[in-house]
């Protein structure tokens, strides 16, 4: 077990610092180029920083105790890791739904859309999605962490994780089990019915352009997000949907996947297939030749 630690550190070690710096260059790179000062690049800025504190409240800990013999963390440091994990995983949600919204006005109502997206409602959607993300943690979060625990409190997994902690409680978990699930079902698969209905009605949109290539060029735009917003709710519902499915090694291996491989990979996917983005990366190497 020691040795599989010890291959596994390099690697979360890497894939830590790959979403710290590709999240980190993406929102430098959108704030230093003003053709990029528009609500979709500000949602996208924002959706980054959630991702580097989403990482940050897991991965620093993980690869602290992949180097110790003992691995043991206080109560208070297993809930403050949870709240922080659960409060940005849901501020997530929200801020998807609000991407989805704004695709939405892009598509849907072009001629409007500078007068519907204006910057103060953006950052209204933005405090909005991280306000949505701390009451919910909060919600289920405190009366999970106030059940009786007497011990073995060992946790089987790499970060304190509610259904585990759960798991290890002496009283009956049933109540807050239930309040995991709601809390799942209500936010973030509500969430996920908005982003739902929001493709509903860009499906409808695009089925209007005329031209092909119009058409290609609108679901361009939503190509990005749909991909982030499938690799993200495809994990993270798959595994609190199943509240009393804890311990199995597949929930496990979901359960990292969506807060430390998804946001590494958020900032590709948003970058690669960009038009925008390759024109300004274009532009910064001519500036670059112009210099030298």
């Known amino acids: 077990e020691k040795e599989l630690q010890l291959i596994l550190f390099p690697v979360f070690l890497g894939i830590y610092l790959m979403t710290l710096i590709w999240n980190l260059g993406l929102i430098i790179f959108i704030k230093i180029n003003s053709n990029l000062h528009t609500p979709m690049y500000l949602f996208l800025s924002s959706l980054s920083f959630i991702d580097i504190c989403y990482s940050s409240s897991i991965s620093p800990r993980m690869l602290s105790d992949f180097l110790r013999d003992e691995k043991t963390i206080s109560f208070m440091a297993c809930a403050t890791q949870y709240f922080v994990t659960a409060w940005m995983g849901m501020a997530e949600c929200c801020l998807l739904a609000a991407m989805a919204y704004d695709r939405y006005v892009a598509i849907g109502s072009p001629l409007q859309y500078s007068a519907i997206m204006v910057p103060g409602r953006c950052w209204k959607m933005i405090a909005g999605a991280c306000a949505s993300g701390f009451l919910s943690s909060l919600i289920h979060v405190v009366p999970c962490f106030h059940l009786s625990y007497c011990g073995p409190n060992i946790i089987q997994h790499f970060f304190c994780d509610i259904p585990q902690i759960i798991s290890l409680s002496c009283s009956n978990p049933f109540i807050c089990q239930m309040i995991v699930f709601l809390a799942a079902f209500f936010c973030g698969f509500g969430f996920f019915l908005f982003i739902l209905l929001s493709y509903g009605f860009i499906a409808a949109s695009i089925l209007k352009i005329s031209s092909v290539k119009g058409s290609a060029k609108a679901f361009n735009t939503c190509a990005s997000h749909l ?7 495809g994990t993270a519902l798959s595994v609190y949907m199943h509240p009393g499915s804890g311990h199995s090694m597949k929930h496990k291996v979901l359960s990292i996947f969506y807060p430390i491989f998804v946001p590494m990979l958020n900032p590709l996917i948003y970058s690669l ?6 024109e300004a990366l274009k532009r910064v190497r001519k500036r670059k030749h112009i210099y030298l």
């Open 227 to 233: 991909a982030a917003v499938t690799l993200y709710y």
């Open 273 to 278: 297939r960009n038009k925008d983005i390759k």
